[in-house]
């Protein structure tokens, strides 16, 4: 049979009005089985809200995408002992985990029920030239390391920080081996002082996020969450297209262009800046809100 054979006679389609048409079209999407998903949520603004509370719905709604049976984890710029209790918390027990900003990526040993975590990729790099740059500039701030095998060295103590089993160190002690980040706190900055200093002291040899407030937070050159993401996505052999991240800040830029220029969906907390707005593409509702919640409801 010929194509043109195949093709319907004058007269035997029936045509729809436009808006009818949308409409179905819409039940279809609305039906369609979704695939397996690759899930990474940050968690400061986006799971946790100010308080270390839970932004309102958010555990049943990710235990619910996991039971669905998506790979929910987690993205976020802790280290991994600040990153597991907040795992624990949630219930949740996903194969992989993204720390320090994608310098480390830690992987579960044993099966969906195991509850023990190993490093599986690990970036360092040399901070002293960083360290000196920035000592020159904020000499009254608050510095801290984070080594490859999760130990952290600090100068000075501040609220903030989970310290439990850091060791505090002279500035120049900060230096003396590679490290997988550098966090720096300047109480008396604002985001936008972190902003200029940065791009007057041109920090060219690292990556770096600027947080809401004023830290600083420094990943080795071309490491972030996105690159991270990707061996991830990798292992678990999850297409591009089915990738959901969301996140609030300006260390989550890269992994939304990411999951977006690959056919996938980044979604940005609606209390983030205009330019994680922008990466994202898409804008749901503040922490506050229950904004991650209601994106897992409607999948």
């Not at 993205?75 to 600040?82: C, E, F, P, V, Y």
């Not at 194969?95 to 099966?111: F, H, L, Q, T, W």
């Amino acid at each position: 049979m010929t194509d043109e054979a195949a093709l319907p006679r004058i007269g035997d389609v029936d045509a729809s009005p436009q808006h009818e048409a949308a409409d179905v079209v819409a039940e279809i999407a609305e039906d369609a089985p979704v695939g397996r998903m690759l899930i990474a949520l940050d968690i400061d603004g986006t799971v946790l809200l100010e308080d270390d509370s839970f932004s309102p719905g958010v555990v049943d709604a990710v235990r619910a995408a996991q039971d669905a049976g998506h790979e929910v984890m987690l993205a976020t710029g802790r280290s991994w002992d600040s990153t597991r209790t907040v795992m624990e918390r949630l219930g949740i027990h996903p194969e992989y985990a993204v720390c320090s900003n994608g310098a480390i990526v830690m992987r579960r040993v044993g099966g969906p029920d195991a509850t023990d975590y190993e490093r599986a990729h690990v970036e360092t790099f040399d901070p002293t030239e960083v360290l000196t740059l920035l000592g020159e500039h904020l000499a009254d701030a608050h510095f801290l390391v984070e080594l490859p095998d999760g130990q952290r060295l600090f100068t000075d103590y501040l609220d903030d920080w989970n310290l439990q089993g850091a060791n505090k160190v002279s500035f120049a002690g900060l230096s003396d081996q590679p490290v997988c980040r550098v966090v720096v706190v300047a109480p008396e900055k604002t985001d936008q002082d972190f902003l200029q200093l940065v791009e007057r002291i041109g920090l060219s040899q690292v990556s770096y996020a600027i947080g809401w407030t004023a830290w600083l937070d420094i990943a080795p050159q071309g490491v972030n969450k996105s690159t991270a993401l990707e061996l991830v996505r990798a292992w678990l052999d999850i297409a591009p297209e089915n990738v959901l991240v969301m996140g609030d800040g300006r260390n989550d830029i890269e992994m939304m262009q990411w999951a977006v220029s690959h056919g996938g969906r980044a979604i940005a907390m609606q209390q983030g800046p205009p330019e994680v707005h922008e990466a994202a593409g898409e804008v749901g509702l503040s922490v506050t809100e229950g904004g991650v919640a209601a994106v897992l409801r409607a999948l």
